[in-house]
Structure formats: structure tokens, C-alpha cells
């Protein structure tokens, strides 16, 4: 979970007033208020289009304006995603007008001409109130994400906020993030956060299956469908209906079965293999990839219409490169976790340990964090660790068997050094093609079986294989077929 408290950002105010002097007092009044940002519109219209470029906390407005009067902005600020606090502003003789902008959801008025004491009053109450719900929001959504993910940076934290925010709203979520970075953990956090929390949650693997058995999977088929089909089968679609369904590896799904998931999300409906009838159903996408969509839509390898679709709310999860302060706290957690699994009894962490960690970029993000502390406790000497045996330590030679080797562009045996003049990408690039190198060692050959390991998607390991000029070598089927 986050230690400490990140820094509130500073609380913005707009103030809404036909009339130029009374902005100007009102803004002279606010600046006063230590901390606070003033914005200004001269009517609802312009308020609402400083609000699309800005989001802010609190909307202070007159009720009586051109084009657009402030009842109606109100109104139209209840209907954002996340609405600001608003005090209106009432002329004497029509506090009726003021009642009803609180039932349509103002905060509270005060009366015009106003006494500055009373402004900076009711001005303080509506802040105080947007920062309680801002310090709930962060506290639940860190809570929440914690109970799936360790974490103590300001990154994460801001991460949790946000889903907490995306959770209970019925919405398409995709998550994005490098391969390792926990993006299923957030899609169970989101879950969590759902009304759909109590109901079916399944995943699905994009890059697991063929076109022909991950449609049937995703869609179901009718008996007698194609070979083998002995018997109707529901389909994930049915059978999370009414609940959740992770997507994950989404760049990786074929063409043909990006038209039917469009279909699903426009219409909410499947047509199962073999079928003339559409089925209705009721199901939340929440979709995971480590590949850029946008990227691949432009290069039309992606469909566009479905992009825009899976995107309507982004949850970027950083690299842990990003975050080097959940470093500690996450070694921490996987040294007691493996000590008791090896029953080593307590560990020894010497001198160093953690500043070696810090040094390395972790290409591999968490997953390759865990499978090193992994690799570490189990080769412990009475409960001692091997500095040496962590990636980038210049006598760093990984056990065979481990899933740590790493290679070079000119030596893939070795790894490279923390001495070593390469930069930052070309030591993540070697690190990613030595272990890609180990991967199809392991595997025989077999590309299929090396996707496998590695976590990826076949066509990504193609890709990585062309760009790391080992195609060719890979295609001689060096140990077995390519598969």
C-alpha cells in the first residue's frame, strides 16, 4: 500500500459573472485564499468551454447571464464526469432562483451585493468539502488497488485514484502498460470497484488460441458447428453476462474477431459459431495490452472503429523504471514471501542489496523482480544473498534452468555489466534479446512454446525476432521446429 501522502494539487476556482467588475472583485477576493487558482468566464457557455480544456473545483456563478443562464449551468455541470462543487450568486428578491439551483445540485449562494467575509465562508466549506472527497477517493482507491498490488509511489497512488474513479462507472476500460507491470492485478481492482463485483468475472488470452478456437471460446458454437463440436457451448460472452470480461493481449486478436467484439460493444449482442441468431447479452469489457492500438490502427493491423471503442476510459500502468520508490517495498514483500515457500528461515540482506536493485532498469518490470528475489532465495546459504546474482552485478552469472539469462548483441552467455558503456535502451534491448535467446533455447525452437514462456503474444515474438535480426536464425529451427 502508498506510504505517505502525495501533495494535493492546488484547488482551481472559475468564476462565472456577465459583469466584468464583479469578476474582478471576486477574483481580487479569491487571491487572497492561500493556494487558490482563479479562472473566468463571462457566461455559461464560455464556462463550460474553459471546462473541457480545464477541469477545476469549484464553479462560483451568477444566475442571471446571456446565452446561457446559471440554472442551466448547474444543470450542465451535474451531468460531467465528475462534476465541481458550485456556489451561485443571487440578486436580493430571488432566492427562489437560488432554491432551485440547489435542488439542481449547486452547493450553496450567497447574496449580491456580497459581504467578503461571507464569500471567503462559503468558499472555504465548498474547498474543504472538495478535498475530503478528493482524500477519500485517493484512500479507497489505494486500498483497493492494494489488496492485488504493493506500491508506495505517488505514480501508483495517482493510478488507484483513478480506478476507484473508472470502477463503479459502467464503462470500457482499457488498460495499458509493458509486459509485467501487473495490468491484470488493475483490472481485478476495477472489478472490485464495480457494481459487477459479486458477479461472473472471467478472463481471456487473445494471443492464447487460433482464430478458429478463440472464436468459438469468446462466442460460443452450436453442436455440430465444425469437427469436434459435440455439443452447444455458451461462449465467455454468456457466460459472464450480467458480469466482467478481462481481454487481455487485445492487440493480439485477428481481424475477423475484431469485427464480432465491435459488434458485441455496439450492439450487445454475440452470434455464436454456427448460428443464424443473435444472442443478447450484458457484459463489461475491460481490456489489457502491452501493445501502442493507436500505433497499430494508423498501420491498419488494428481496427480503428474498435480502438476508440476499447478506449473510452485509459488506465496507464507505468514501468517500474517509472516508479523506482515501490522497488524496496515490492523486494520486501517477495523476500518474505519466498523465504517462507524455501523455508529459509530469516534472510540476511547485505550491504548494497538494495541499491544494486535500484541500478538495474528491470526490462521485465515486476515479474522479472519476482523471478529474481525468487531465484535469490532459493540459492540463499543459510539464509544469505548472493549479490552477485542480481541482474547487471558485474560477477552476476544466472543458475542454469533460471529464467534470468541475459545476453548482449555481441556475447548473448553474458550479461551485461553495471560498468558497461551501453545506454539505458541498449542495455534493455540486450536484456530483452538474451532473454528471447533463452526463451527458444528452452523451447526447442518452438516460437509457439517461447511465446508461451515469455508471457507474449506469437506475432509480438515474430516481431521482436525480426527487429533483434534472429529471424532467419530462429526459422533454421535451431533445436527443433518453429512451431
Avoid at 42 to 60: F, K, M, P, Q, W
Avoid at 73 to 83: D, I, S, Y
Avoid at 371 to 385: D, H, I, P, R, W
Wanted: hydrophobic content about 40%; glycine content about 10%; charged content about 30%.
Amino acid at each position: 500500500m502508498a506510504k505517505g501522502t502525495p501533495e494535493s494539487p492546488r484547488p482551481r476556482v472559475l468564476v462565472v459573472d456577465d459583469d466584468a467588475g464583479v469578476r474582478y472583485t471576486l477574483r481580487e477576493t479569491l487571491a487572497t485564499l492561500p493556494g487558490v487558482e482563479v479562472d473566468e468566464a463571462a457566461d455559461g457557455t464560455v464556462a463550460l468551454e474553459r471546462l473541457a480544456a480545464h477541469s477545476c473545483d469549484l464553479v462560483i456563478t451568477d444566475l442571471r447571464m446571456p446565452r446561457m443562464d446559471g440554472l442551466e449551468l448547474v444543470r450542465r455541470l451535474q451531468g460531467l464526469p465528475h462534476p465541481p462543487r458550485v456556489i451561485v450568486i443571487t440578486a436580493h428578491g430571488s432566492e427562489r432562483f437560488a432554491v432551485e439551483a440547489m435542488k439542481a445540485g449547486a452547493y450553496d449562494y450567497f447574496r449580491k451585493p456580497f459581504d467578503v467575509d461571507e464569500l471567503l465562508a462559503v468558499v472555504g466549506r465548498a474547498l474543504e468539502t472538495v478535498r475530503l472527497r478528493r482524500d477519500n477517493e485517493r484512500l479507497a482507491g489505494e486500498l483497493n488497488l492494494s489488496r492485488s498490488m504493493v506500491f508506495a509511489s505517488e505514480a501508483m497512488s495517482r493510478l488507484a485514484q483513478l480506478v476507484q474513479r473508472a470502477g463503479p462507472r459502467d464503462v470500457t476500460v482499457l488498460i495499458t502498460g509493458e509486459s509485467g507491470t501487473g495490468k491484470e492485478r488493475v483490472a481485478e481492482a476495477l472489478v472490485r470497484a464495480s457494481p459487477r463485483a459479486g458477479r461472473p468475472y472471467l478472463r481471456f488470452n487473445c494471443a492464447a488460441l487460433t482464430h478458429e478456437l478463440a472464436e468459438a471460446e469468446l462466442f460460443g458454437h452450436a453442436r455440430g458447428a465444425f469437427t469436434g463440436a459435440h455439443k452447444d457451448r455458451l461462449g465467455l460472452f454468456r457466460e459472464a453476462d450480467g458480469g466482467t470480461l478481462l481481454l487481455d493481449e487485445v492487440g493480439e486478436l485477428a481481424p475477423p474477431l475484431q469485427a464480432k467484439l465491435l459488434r458485441v460493444l455496439q450492439e450487445g449482442e454475440v452470434r455464436p459459431v454456427g448460428e443464424d441468431r443473435a444472442i443478447k447479452v450484458d457484459v463489461r469489457i475491460i481490456a489489457a495490452t502491452h501493445r501502442d492500438l493507436r500505433k497499430l490502427a494508423a498501420e491498419g493491423r488494428f481496427r480503428e472503429d474498435l480502438y476508440y471503442r476499447l478506449n473510452v476510459v485509459h488506465l496507464r500502468v507505468p514501468s517500474l523504471r517509472e516508479r523506482p520508490e515501490d522497488i524496496p517495498v515490492l523486494a520486501r514483500m517477495f523476500l518474505d514471501r519466498f523465504s517462507d515457500r524455501f523455508h529459509t528461515g530469516p534472510l540476511k540482506v547485505p550491504a548494497g542489496f538494495h541499491e544494486r536493485l535500484l541500478a538495474w532498469p528491470w526490462p521485465g518490470n515486476v515479474r522479472e523482480l519476482e523471478n529474481t528475489l525468487e531465484s535469490l532465495v532459493a540459492l540463499s546459504n543459510e539464509g544469505e544473498l548472493e549479490l552477485s546474482l542480481i541482474p547487471g552485478s558485474e560477477s552476476s552469472t544466472p543458475a542454469a534452468g533460471t529464467a534470468v539469462v541475459v545476453g548482449s548483441p555481441e556475447d548473448p552467455g553474458r550479461e551485461p555489466t553495471a560498468s558497461a558503456s551501453l545506454g539505458l535502451k541498449e542495455r534493455v534491448e540486450a536484456y530483452e534479446r538474451g532473454l528471447i535467446l533463452d526463451a527458444m533455447r528452452l523451447a526447442g525452437g518452438n516460437r509457439s512454446e517461447a511465446a508461451r514462456r515469455l508471457g507474449i503474444g506469437r506475432a509480438t515474438l515474430h516481431d521482436k525476432l525480426r527487429k533483434y535480426g534472429m529471424d532467419v536464425a530462429a526459422s533454421s529451427g535451431e533445436g527443433g521446429s518453429t512451431g
